[in-house]
């Protein structure tokens, strides 16, 4: 028995737990998925103490009349799940949101706007042993339908948004718009949406238009990644900037 607590004991030494969020619950918490997302998040808040997380850090800022949670949760599917399902376990938010950037398609969008999620799509499931639609309906989400306040509706774009782990092909943007109705693709918010719905936590996803991929000229930011990361920093500067407009109506 002794020997065995000692085990216990080198081995909890040895791979410590992560550290946790503070035990009060945050009303709101806003989740960032990118790395260049969140070091263009974290830029507009010089000084602000960061504490580390499991999937990056997080640091709290009073927006819009409420001391908000930012929490970085990585880039792609399996991190979004992840941070999403420990944001909601951790924090206990009241809202949810997710800000970030995502690629306009379909001829339809332009940079700088701004995509309020009215559903998200996982589309880069593939099924070879049964119905791949069914399939991707399975992680179809619809969202509860948010009080976004009516002065500040010209400042969103409501619309579907497709998530996939990997960025657009333009040679396939025109049949995912044909298919889906959408016009706006990003890597995360299909896995944010899907684990909030699960755990019945209301939840908005923003995402600010940082470049275009069509079938004809595909994308600048495609082998230009710093083009995309300048891109970021006005596109994260924009949303925060509206979502202190619009946080006292959406969590009253």
Known sequence: ????????????????APPRPPATAAR???????????????AQFPGVPVHDAPFGAWFTHRLGGEDVVFL???YGKVAAAGSTQYAIDHFRP?????????????GERAVGDIVLATETIIHD????????????EDFHTRLAPVRWPARLASRVIEAPIISADGDLDPAAAPALRARYHATVADWESGAIAWVAARNHTPVVILRSVTDIVDAQGGDATYGAAEVWRRATIAAMASLVSLLDEALPELVR
């Open 1 to 16: 028995m002794i020997r065995l607590a000692a085990a216990a004991f080198l081995l909890a030494a040895c791979h410590p």
């Open 94 to 106: 009241a809202l949810l949101v997710n800000l970030g950037t995502c690629g306009g398609f379909g």
């Open 125 to 136: 499931i593939v099924e070879r042993m049964g119905d791949a639609d069914e399939a991707i």
């Open 28 to 42: 709101v918490v806003a989740l960032i998925s990118a790395t260049a997302e969140w070091q263009a998040l974290v």
């Open 72 to 74: 970085h949760g990585g």
